[in-house]
Protein backbone atom coordinates (compact mmCIF):
# COMPACT_ATOMS: atom_id res chain seq x y z
CA UNK A 1 0.00 0.00 0.00
CA UNK A 2 2.77 2.08 1.06
CA UNK A 3 5.26 1.56 -2.06
CA UNK A 4 1.81 1.99 -4.25
CA UNK A 5 0.93 5.45 -2.72
CA UNK A 6 4.14 6.57 -3.01
CA UNK A 7 4.45 5.51 -6.82
CA UNK A 8 1.00 7.55 -7.72
CA UNK A 9 1.93 10.73 -5.73
CA UNK A 10 4.98 10.46 -7.82
CA UNK A 11 3.49 10.38 -10.85
CA UNK A 12 0.67 13.13 -10.10
CA UNK A 13 3.31 15.46 -8.62
CA UNK A 14 5.75 15.00 -11.51
CA UNK A 15 2.71 15.59 -14.25
CA UNK A 16 1.63 18.59 -12.48
CA UNK A 17 5.35 20.07 -12.18
CA UNK A 18 5.57 19.64 -15.36
CA UNK A 19 2.48 20.57 -17.01
CA UNK A 20 1.97 24.19 -14.54
CA UNK A 21 3.99 26.92 -15.43
CA UNK A 22 6.01 27.30 -11.71
CA UNK A 23 7.95 30.28 -11.06
CA UNK A 24 10.25 28.62 -9.15
CA UNK A 25 11.73 26.09 -12.03
CA UNK A 26 14.23 26.59 -14.25
CA UNK A 27 14.27 27.32 -17.62
CA UNK A 28 15.43 24.92 -19.73
CA UNK A 29 14.17 21.84 -19.86
CA UNK A 30 16.66 19.37 -18.80
CA UNK A 31 17.10 21.40 -15.57
CA UNK A 32 13.21 21.71 -15.35
CA UNK A 33 12.82 17.81 -15.81
CA UNK A 34 15.51 17.89 -13.08
CA UNK A 35 13.77 19.83 -10.33
CA UNK A 36 10.47 18.63 -11.22
CA UNK A 37 11.53 15.14 -10.85
CA UNK A 38 13.55 15.59 -7.52
CA UNK A 39 10.30 17.51 -5.90
CA UNK A 40 8.07 14.69 -6.58
CA UNK A 41 10.63 12.40 -4.88
CA UNK A 42 10.63 14.44 -1.96
CA UNK A 43 6.67 14.70 -2.02
CA UNK A 44 6.62 10.59 -2.88
CA UNK A 45 8.91 9.89 0.14
CA UNK A 46 6.99 11.64 2.59
CA UNK A 47 4.08 10.34 1.26
CA UNK A 48 5.45 6.70 1.55
CA UNK A 49 6.43 7.51 4.64
CA UNK A 50 3.35 8.55 6.24
CA UNK A 51 1.83 5.56 4.86
CA UNK A 52 4.27 2.95 5.55
CA UNK A 53 4.29 4.11 9.43
CA UNK A 54 0.06 4.21 8.92
CA UNK A 55 -0.13 0.66 8.14
CA UNK A 56 3.06 -0.54 10.53
CA UNK A 57 1.37 1.28 13.55
CA UNK A 58 -0.96 -2.00 14.88
CA UNK A 59 0.92 -4.98 15.56
CA UNK A 60 -0.07 -7.96 13.74
CA UNK A 61 -1.81 -10.60 15.16
CA UNK A 62 0.50 -13.97 15.63
CA UNK A 63 -0.20 -16.99 13.68
CA UNK A 64 -0.04 -20.53 14.89
CA UNK A 65 2.70 -22.20 12.69
CA UNK A 66 1.11 -24.00 10.08
CA UNK A 67 -1.77 -22.01 10.46
CA UNK A 68 -3.48 -24.46 12.84
CA UNK A 69 -6.87 -22.77 14.76
CA UNK A 70 -9.44 -24.93 15.95
CA UNK A 71 -12.79 -23.75 16.95
CA UNK A 72 -16.54 -25.46 17.61
CA UNK A 73 -19.38 -24.63 19.70
CA UNK A 74 -20.65 -27.38 21.73
CA UNK A 75 -24.70 -26.79 22.98
CA UNK A 76 -27.23 -28.59 24.44
CA UNK A 77 -25.83 -31.85 24.33
CA UNK A 78 -22.72 -31.66 21.64
CA UNK A 79 -19.47 -32.98 22.17
CA UNK A 80 -16.46 -31.65 21.10
CA UNK A 81 -13.27 -33.32 20.86
CA UNK A 82 -10.26 -31.69 19.44
CA UNK A 83 -6.68 -32.59 18.46
CA UNK A 84 -4.23 -30.61 17.38
CA UNK A 85 -1.70 -32.76 16.45
CA UNK A 86 -2.52 -36.88 15.02
CA UNK A 87 -4.86 -38.55 16.50
CA UNK A 88 -5.05 -42.72 17.04
CA UNK A 89 -1.75 -44.50 16.08
CA UNK A 90 1.97 -43.09 16.42
CA UNK A 91 3.35 -41.84 13.17
CA UNK A 92 0.33 -41.20 11.57
CA UNK A 93 0.19 -38.90 8.39
CA UNK A 94 0.82 -35.20 8.07
CA UNK A 95 2.96 -32.77 9.90
CA UNK A 96 3.32 -33.05 13.06
CA UNK A 97 1.67 -30.52 15.64
CA UNK A 98 2.77 -27.08 16.31
CA UNK A 99 3.69 -26.59 19.65
CA UNK A 100 1.40 -22.97 19.69
CA UNK A 101 -1.71 -24.83 17.78
CA UNK A 102 -4.89 -22.62 18.52
CA UNK A 103 -7.59 -24.79 19.90
CA UNK A 104 -11.05 -22.51 21.01
CA UNK A 105 -14.27 -24.41 21.91
CA UNK A 106 -17.19 -22.98 23.81
CA UNK A 107 -20.20 -24.86 25.49
CA UNK A 108 -23.23 -24.30 26.45
CA UNK A 109 -26.25 -26.20 28.11
CA UNK A 110 -24.64 -29.85 28.40
CA UNK A 111 -22.04 -29.67 25.84
CA UNK A 112 -19.05 -31.20 26.45
CA UNK A 113 -15.49 -29.97 25.59
CA UNK A 114 -12.59 -32.38 25.25
CA UNK A 115 -8.93 -30.46 23.83
CA UNK A 116 -5.98 -31.95 23.44
CA UNK A 117 -3.35 -30.08 22.02
CA UNK A 118 -0.79 -32.45 20.53
CA UNK A 119 -1.02 -36.09 19.40
CA UNK A 120 -4.04 -38.05 21.34
CA UNK A 121 -3.36 -42.16 20.79
CA UNK A 122 -5.81 -42.62 23.44
CA UNK A 123 -9.12 -42.21 21.34
CA UNK A 124 -10.40 -42.07 18.14
CA UNK A 125 -10.97 -44.98 15.20
CA UNK A 126 -7.46 -46.32 15.39
CA UNK A 127 -6.74 -46.27 19.03
CA UNK A 128 -5.86 -49.67 20.45
Given at each position: ?????????????????????????????AERWTVAAAFA????????????????????????????????????????????????????????????????????????????????????????
Amino acid sequence: MAVAAAVVTFAVVLWAARSVSWGWLPEGEAERWTVAAAFAAVVAGAVGAAVGWWAGREAPTRQPRGGRSLRARAADQGRVDQVGGHRGVPGGVGDAAPDDARLDAEASGRGQIRQTGGDDYTSGPSAP
